[in-house]
């Protein structure tokens, strides 16, 4: 892998403005209220490099998936007051992305001042990877900084087309992006051995890929979460109403096999917790996989499961964990999940957790400082174990490498 260029590389002339990407996608609840301002703390280090080099500093994201251009209920007003709280100084918000306001606010900054653009998702062009939406961004500052790991797996306006406007003496990827591709490609190439990875989640296709890429690195690889049941199925189980990918069978027996085939030890759940409806009412049992009863679907791993997990983690040295061990979002349902966070927090391994779902479980299980590292992005972080190029990274590698 070539070198990417770090902000560190870059000589910033005082007075400069910088457009910083960043990712504050940040989860809020219905009253615009965050309920988890960690990814908009993760651009704090970036932000405070460029400052004291005494630029001034545009930060630009998205948030959310807004259907019809400008909504209000996806507006980075909130996120605008909670950077000001933690940088201590005034964030200035534009009404708009490439627009009047945005305009002039930028002609106004002066060095050392911050303001944000609105959210980029109300432009169209933003997730097209226009170009034209791109130049105009473009022209607002001297230099760009990329630090939105979260997004770098997608080719989008402000991660990509963007980064044609600037040389490499005027581009560079922030230090949060740096520590997550650093993380990413160390636990592949060179992870301290026994290398575990707990994979969850409720879908098999949105993981074949890493699972197929892990399987000759990995020591031992547990799988939890609806995902399992597509393996159970495989193994000739009768997994009642529970959560399966019919045509994915026969990749699952495949990765079994490889699996025999590669020294590599495969855990699956060996009881659940099952119920005949996903509700808070519903009734309950705890039963082998053997004998989940007909009509009736797995939610959540029981606790065999967590104790032959644990088992499985117990003398691992590095462990990567991807995916919900069950439906965690409903309390009855997310024993398993929490139980395999704290399971993973005592381990003394290097944790690094892939970011979404998972990161959220570590949340609610109050172990974030017990885990090495916690990935800002979910999506991307699979990609970066895939093995795949991530068109953001891409274009911010130092040419002739």
Known sequence: MSEIISIKDIEFKAGSKVFLRCDFNTPMDEFGNITDDRRIRSAIPTAKYILDQGCSVIFASHLGRPKEGRDAKFSLSPVAKRMSRLLDRDVILADDVVGSDAKAKVSNLKPGEVMMLENLRFEK?????????????????????????????????????????????H????????????????????????????????????????????????????????????????????????????????????ILARGKELGVKIYLPVDVVAAQTFSADSAIKYVPVQEIPAGWMGLDIGPASVKLFKEAIADAQTIWWNGPMGVFEMDKFSKGSIKMSHAIAENFATSVVGGGDTADVVDRAGDVDEITFISTGGGASLELIEGKELPGVRVLLKKGE
């Open 125 to 169: 062009g933003e997730t097209k990877d226009d170009e034209e939406l791109a130049k105009e961004l473009a022209s607002f500052a001297d230099y760009y900084v990329n630090d939105a790991f979260g997004v770098c797996h997608r080719a989008h306006a402000s991660v990509h087309a963007i980064t044609k406007y600037f040389d490499d003496e």
């Open 171 to 254: 581009k560079a990827a922030g230090f949060l992006l740096i520590k997550e591709i650093e993380f990413g490609q160390n636990l592949i190439k060179r992870p301290s051995r026994p290398f575990v990875a707990v994979v969850g989640g409720s879908k098999v296709s949105g993981k074949l890929q890493a699972l197929t890429n892990l399987l000759p690195r990995v020591d031992k690889l547990v799988i939890g979460g609806g995902m399992a049941f597509t393996f159970l199925k495989a193994l000739g189980e009768n997994i009642g109403n529970s959560l399966l990918e019919e045509e994915l069978i026969d990749e699952a027996r495949e």
